[in-house]
């Protein structure tokens, strides 16, 4: 009873505060300028949809090229760009913003703040992101063409790139500002704008994942950064960091690389455990089991993150004693990561279970995230690494943490939340129908690269031997099947407005104060903070 | 989506009988240190198998019996101590269990002293710089004139006629059975990678960087690979190939290759 008086309250004070200047701007000016967490955070997503489809069309090219042997399409030195500009997308244009913009719609409702602590920087971070991706796709324009060597920018490799180059670094440069940028803004607004009575161990998972991912950017973007700058250096302004005929070394930079890059891993990852920790429970009527050795679990994810980068080096020649360590300290990610899904399988565990499409995308997150962590034990034993190094197996690998693991996640969080922001009701059926299709044709896409790679098929070649073609014939028809299923999800977003009006709690008492406010969300939420005892969840 | 990965799964333990004509696994490959990471290999993954059976059992279990269309009415509890403890230890036994003999073939695999023969390898893109140490011997290798010509974008040559499409090169590295050769690696551009599965030898080929790498088999026959670090637009086309012969044989190659300068 007095909670229904209490979100009463709220509605009024929302509907009262629509009508003074604190209401939406018109047209264009809202987007540019604006300053409010969910404008932002819708923009963020619309980008990341938007890059999702570029990066996917890439890789449709790569997979038509390689649907049969042969060279049928494009040359090698354009399959080489579509590789780099595809990965470098999909990485810092789709995954990351769409983390970002999920992070900006619901760290506030979820904590209980009127909007991000820093809410101009906010606007920054997200509008320096197209420019950034209009500097990188510029480069295809160029003479030379796009970057070529590899998302990786391994050099001396990279230093052959042609104009592309400078754009090439001067738009990492930006993708690393704007992510610090966020990163920064999140860090501030959950120490300081938590409702009152939300101590940390209270904070729900989404935000204390985000919390430790926030803090994984910080510490990795400038050491990323730093790496590009002396690469530029080293192109345009003689030094040698990287040149051996100057004296430098060129494996150096792997290491410097491999620092940003596996924590950058965990980056894409650890707000994908938040996610499906916020869904599980909900839709098992559960509360999340061992919440508090979930956040363990992911700090130590985080912090082991910053001592095993050199697993991606075990071909380049290291001593001994730095192999061993770096593959035992490998080996124990296993223990933090199995905790996480040991916990997510108890909280199914005598549950009350529905599926819905958010679920679905869930518990497959948890089925296929599993067997790329396998893959990922596999690719720790160094001597077997030595095996899978760059070939297909990496490729299923990282394709199986990032495609139904974090995309998975992703589109989970969106069904999810999605009439949160709406206020209608997604249609149902084309989610399922969009979840089904896209889980069959990501197997059978990625699952046939772990025999391809075991086989001896390197990676990032254009044309291959007889004996790969009927594997990667599949892996070519799985991908655009998985490209078609992803209009639907399009289709479902755009038409998602048309479905019935929710409630404030969409589903069947959902955990979280996001769930206190009405649906849609209105433009100012909590300008008085909640408290807890308002929402499920907490206890 | 369960039952795919189950196919999955068994079409990758069956791999094992089926070898010959499924390439779905890693080679066992011809010396004692690719046996030895070919069974590492095949250990961890049957780890991978019992756990992930245990973890999916528990959870498909789950999936089916807690369902509120059946009536299941959801429990209360949030935490196990007891359980969590013992699914923390139970992972490090594990772990323990897989490092103590992936770390003793390590060890193994770098102790390159006495080698009876050595060749520096020097990548080029896109080829190989083969050099005996021992003997005056040195050319280069690329990849064989077949795979040229069908290569190219728009040919009318089908990559089915061709023999070892981009798998064989002019002039493969030649090398005695039964001998300890070693290997050493440098680059005279960018990185590249030499590596051939049946030796399970895949090294970095680095310019300023000499690496050094091993390997010894009885095994007489014509093992290929390919170059495994992205090196440029030729990467997919330079291709190893190396043959191991009886030794009489070797003599007899590098007395012909004498006899030709
Ligand atoms: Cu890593
Ligand atoms: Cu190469």
Redesign the interface.
Known sequence: MTRGIKKMTTEVMDAHDMHDDHSPAKGIKRWLFSTSHKDIGTMYLVLSLIMFFVGGAMAMIIRSELAI?????????FF?QMTTMHALIMVFGAVMPAFVGLANWMIPLMIGAPDMALPRMNNWSFWILPVAFGLLASTLFMPGGAP???WTM?P??VL?TGDAFPFLIFSVHLLGLSSIMGAINIIVTVINMRAPDMSLLKMPMFVWTWLITAYLLIAVMPVFAGAVTMLLTDQFFGTSFFL??GG????MFQHIFWFFGHPEVYIMILPAFGVVSEIIPTF??????????MVYAASCIAFLSFIVWAHHMF???MP?TS??FF??AT??I??PT??K???W??T????????ETPMLFS??F???F??GG?SG??LA????D??Y???YFVVAHFHYTLVPGSVFAIMAGTYYWLPKWTGHMYNETLGKVHF?TS??FV?LTF?PM??LG???M?R????????FADFNTMASVGAIGFGVSQLLFVWVLLTSKKGTKVTAEVWDKPPGLEWTVPSPAPYHTFETPPKLSDADGFH | ??R??LL?FS??AL?DTAEADW?????KGVTE?SL??YN??MM??WW?VA??VA??T??II??FR????KG?????????TT??VI??TI??VI?VL??VP??E???R??DSRNPDMTIVVTAHQWKWHYKYQDSNIEYYSSLARSSVE??????DI???SVE????DVDNPVVVPSGAKIRLLFTSN???H?W?V?DL?????A????V??AWFKTEQVGTYR?????????????MPIVVEVVEPEAYQAWVNSHDAGH
């Open positions: 042997p042969g060279l049928q399409f494009v040359h090698p030195e080489n070529a060597g590899g391994y001396p490799l052959q051996a005929a430098g070394d060129p494996v098992s009527r559960k509360p999340l089991f061992g919440h508090d050795s071909t380049v020649g001994l192999q061993l593959m035992f080996m124990l296993a223990v199995g905790v899904i040991f916990n399988v108890a199914m565990w005598r549950g009350s279970m529905t599926f518990l497959a948890v089925f296929l599993t067997i396998f034990l596999m034993i160094a001597p077997a030595i095996q190094q760059d070939t089904w889980t069959f197997n699952f772990h025999f075991l086989a001896g390197p990032r070649i254009p044309d291959y031997s007889t004996q | 989506m369960i795919n990965l999955g079409v990758l791999a390439a779905l696994n890693m080679p240190l030895e990471t590492l290999h961890v993954f991978c756990i992930g973890v999916f528990v959870m789950s999936l807690h369902r509120k269309s299941a009415q959801a429990a209360t509890f949030s935490h196990s359980a969590e699914w923390t992972p490090v772990l897989m490092a992936t770390a073939t390590m060890v695999m770098e069908a290569r190219r974008k728009g040919t089908d990559p089915y070892n499409y981009l798998l551009d960018v990185i990678a590596w599965k399970s030898i895949k090294k970095d680095i310019p300023g960087i690496n050094e690979g390919q170059c495994a670090e992205l090196c440029g637009k030729d990467h997919g086309y």
